[in-house]
Every structure is written in C-alpha cells, then in structure tokens.
C-alpha cells in the first residue's frame, strides 16, 4: 500500500520541479529588461509637464512644503526641476522625480523572483554596484512584466539610509508617463525622514530641448 503513495508523493515532486525550472528558463535576463526599458516610449525625445510635490520634512523640526513648478526630460540622461519658491536641495535632485534607469554596466544584477506591484506582474532585479559609488549600497527595481516601466524602486545607502520610490503611470499620445509619484527618504544617521508626493499634468512631448537647458540654472 506504501509504494502507490510513495510514487504519488514523488510525481507531484517532480511535477513542481519541473514547473519551476521551466519558470525559470521563461525569466528574460536582467540585459533583455533593460533593454526594453531603453527602448520604451519610441520616438518619445523629450518632454515637460507642470508638476506639484506636497512635501514633508522631518529634520529636527517638521518642514511641510507645497511646491509647483516645471519639470524637464530629455533622453537618455538629463533632467531638469523648476519650482516656485523651493529650497536649492530639492532642485538639486531632479532624477528622483522622473524617468531615472542606472547605468547596468556599473552594477552586478539578478532576477530576484516575481512579484505583484499594485495588481502588476512584475520582474524584481537587485542591483549592487561593481565599484564605489558614494554612500550608494544597492537598488531594487520591480519591472512590469508587461509594459516596459517600474512602477516601484528602492535605493540603499550606506548607514541603513533608503529611497522608496513608488509610480503610477498615464498614457498621453501613447507614451507611457509620470502619473504620481510617492518617494519616502529616510536617512537614520543624520535623523532625516521626508516624504514626497508628485502629480503631472500638461505633458508637452517633443519640444527639441537643447543639451544646454538643462545645464543651465533654472
């Protein structure tokens, strides 16, 4: 009586083995996902959009901030943030508030597993990076597994600091944009917490915006 049991219990081992290994063979690489992600958003070169930020911060005493401005896109790598009557650190760090993709070559990178963001099927890749990078640990970037975006990415520093940034995208002329966006900054060593949240609107794409602009102050 114990071997058809035995034998049961040993196919529905095998049956899982093989679910899982042919799950793993079907996972792109971490370079075919950021591939796609480069290649997003085709013929999309540059962009802007009126943008609000309600932000709170805690350093020492509470700073709540309520700020509009503009912000600025142009690929692969510049940014831009204006904003009426906002302290100089937070125009300092634009790429917190918009399309940021690392560089994959300055990081090692693996698949960590799947995972739902917001009811979105997601690839969860862990980065950490191949040289000294400042106070920079590592990244987590959740990839929708569908559409080439990340609706959700932490960044780790040095001294258990952190980034959580997390996106809901919007399609305007059938590019896929900035939405709102909620980032939570916590820096334990210096007694820093923050908490940010965007909204976009007004999107003007492809308005050939000079390399220049976004050197210049705003």
Same mark, same amino acid.
């Not at 042919?22 to 540059?46: C, I, R, W, Y």
């Not at 692969?76 to 302290?87: F, I, M, Q, S």
């Not at 993709?101 to 799947?114: A, T, W, Y």
């Not at 690839?123 to 990244?139: C, I, K, N, S, Y």
């Given at each position: ?17 093989? /679910? ?6 079907? !996972? ?11 290649? !997003?958003?085709? /013929?999309?070169?540059? $962009? ?11 350093y020492l005493v509470a700073i709540p901030l309520d700020l509009h401005g503009k912000y600025y896109y142009?690929?692969?790598?510049? $940014? ?12 300092? $760090? ?6 940021? *993709? ?19 099927p997601c690839w969860h890749v862990f980065l950490t990076p191949r040289h000294e990078m400042g106070d920079?640990?590592?990244?987590? *970037? ?18 258990? /600091? ?40 007004? $999107?003007?794409?492809?308005?050939? *915006? ?8 705003p």
């Amino acid at each position: 009586m114990k071997k058809p049991i035995l034998l049961t219990a040993a196919l529905l081992i095998l049956t899982t083995w093989v /679910g899982q290994a042919a799950g793993a063979a079907s !996972a792109p690489s971490v370079e075919e996902l950021f591939t796609a992600l480069k290649n !997003a958003n085709p /013929g999309l070169t540059d $962009y802007q959009s009126d943008i609000h930020i309600d932000l709170h911060v805690n350093y020492l005493v509470a700073i709540p901030l309520d700020l509009h401005g503009k912000y600025y896109y142009k690929r692969p790598d510049h $940014y831009k943030l204006v904003l009426e009557h906002a302290p100089q650190f937070v125009q300092k $760090y634009p790429q917190i508030f918009g399309w940021n *993709l690392p560089k994959l070559e300055d990081f090692n990178s693996r698949i960590v597993g799947q995972e739902n963001v917001d009811g979105l099927p997601c690839w969860h890749v862990f980065l950490t990076p191949r040289h000294e990078m400042g106070d920079l640990q590592g990244q987590e *970037l959740w990839i929708d597994r569908q559409a080439a975006v990340f609706p959700r990415q932490i960044v780790h520093y040095r001294d258990a /600091g952190q980034i959580l940034i997390e996106v809901k995208y919007t399609t305007k002329d059938q590019y896929h944009l900035f939405d709102t966006m909620k980032a939570a900054f916590s820096f334990p060593k210096i007694h820093l917490t923050a908490t940010a949240d965007a909204s976009y609107s007004n $999107y003007l794409a492809n308005q050939k *915006l000079p390399d220049a602009f976004f050197k210049s102050g705003p």
